[in-house]
Nanobody
Framework: QVQFVESGGGLVQAGGSLRLSCAAS????????MGWFRQYPGKEREFVAG????????VYPDSVKGRFTISRDNAKNTVYLQMNSLKLEDTAVYYC????????????????????WGQGTQVTVYS
């Protein structure tokens, strides 16, 4: 069982930045592939960033490419999502997720691939 502490959400003006953090439990954090998703009310969770276990590969959808950056610090068992140039449509609940025992070079973009999820953190962008 992997448990998380998500933080960093909040209110931000359009064009601003936020950094989300997700600290995970477990001694094998370096074996996890990581992902960030967001969810609008009444909608399915959608993929916004993913990183391979090795950390060498990342994937972003076009909607956030160039604005969001996923990173990880294995020493702190933490994955981050740096969000810049935020837009009103980025308003959502954001979730981190891990896939345990992941291959080194694969980035997973679908929700079924992930084994454990954070509790979510609200990001609200205002004009």
């Amino acid at each position: 069982q992997v448990q998380f502490v998500e933080s960093g959400g909040g209110l931000v003006q359009a064009g601003g930045s936020l950094r989300l953090s997700c600290a995970a439990s477990g001694r094998t954090f370096s074996s996890y592939a990581m992902g960030w998703f967001r969810q609008y009310p009444g909608k399915e969770r959608e993929f916004v960033a993913g990183m391979s276990r090795s950390g060498s590969k990342t994937v972003y959808p076009d909607s956030v490419k160039g604005r969001f950056t996923i990173s990880r610090d294995n020493a702190k068992n933490t994955v981050y999502l740096q969000m810049n140039s935020l837009k009103l449509e980025d308003t959502a609940v954001y979730y981190c997720a891990v896939k345990i025992l992941a291959p080194a070079l694969v980035v997973f973009t679908g929700t079924p691939a992930y084994d454990y999820w954070g509790q979510g953190t609200q990001v609200t962008v205002y004009s």
